[in-house]
């Protein structure tokens, strides 16, 4: 099934950062389909070093140039709205069973 490619977000301050899912990404489930929700992710390219991202790292030496493989739904949730939320941009469903919001 084809999947076009969701188009990059960018937060409020600034921040961007590309996140996909699908067969050919490094998600989970490993799956392609518009409406799937997933629980982890796979997040490329990050504007700027994120601390929240960092042991997801595939390459430490290129931190805003690799892709971040199977970074978990609530951490991509933390990772927006610590940048202010995200005003433009696509990310997949998540599936957010087992995230609890700090209050």
């Known amino acids: 099934m084809f999947q076009p490619r969701r188009m990059s977000v960018v ?8 996140v996909q899912a699908s067969e050919y ?4 489930p490993r799956i392609s389909g518009l409406g799937q929700p997933y629980t982890s992710v796979e997040i490329g ?3 700027e070093l994120e601390d929240l991202l960092i042991e997801f ?10 892709v971040y493989p199977y970074v978990p739904a ?6 927006i709205e610590k940048h202010g939320g995200m005003i433009e941009g696509q990310i ?9 919001e700090e209050e």
């Open 74 to 79: 609530d951490v991509v949730i933390a990772v």
């Open 57 to 66: 790292a595939e390459d430490m030496d290129e931190p805003t140039g690799t």
């Open 25 to 28: 990404h490094y998600c989970s």
């Open 45 to 47: 390219f990050p504007s």
């Open 11 to 18: 937060c409020k301050d600034g921040f961007a950062m590309s």
């Open 92 to 100: 997949p469903e998540l599936d957010l069973t087992n995230y609890e």
